[in-house]
C-alpha cells in the first residue's frame, strides 16, 4: 500500500507536465492577440520610411516625365521657352 502511494506521487509531476503546459499556453494567449492586433493596426517605423520612399520616387519619375517633356517642347519652340515652373518632387500639390 506504502509503495502504491509512494509511486503514484513519483509519477504525478510526469503525468501532469503535459497539463501546466498547456494552461500556460490558454493563459498566454490573449496577450499574444493583442499583442498581433496592435502590430497590425499600427505602422512600424521601418514601414512608414519604406512608404515615404516609394512616394518619393513617384514624385521624382513625375517631375523626370515632365521636364522631359518641357524640354521636348522647348526644342520645337526655343523662342517660346522660359524657365521650367512645372511639379517639382517634394512640393505639395497644387
Known amino acids: 500500500m506504502r509503495t502504491l502511494i509512494i509511486a ?34 499600427t505602422t512600424s517605423q521601418s514601414e512608414a520610411d519604406r512608404n515615404y520612399g516609394r512616394k518619393m520616387r513617384k514624385q521624382e519619375e513625375r517631375e523626370g516625365r515632365e521636364r522631359k517633356k518641357a524640354e521636348k517642347a522647348c526644342r520645337k519652340d526655343p523662342n517660346a521657352c522660359g524657365s521650367y515652373d512645372g511639379y517639382a518632387a517634394g512640393d505639395p500639390p497644387r
Do not use: E
Not at 494552461?23 to 497590425?40: E, H, I, R, Y
Open 8 to 41: 503514484s506521487i513519483a509519477l504525478l509531476p510526469l503525468l501532469a507536465g503535459g497539463c501546466v503546459r498547456t494552461v500556460a499556453s490558454v493563459v498566454t494567449a490573449p496577450v499574444k492577440v493583442a499583442g498581433k492586433a496592435v502590430d497590425w493596426t
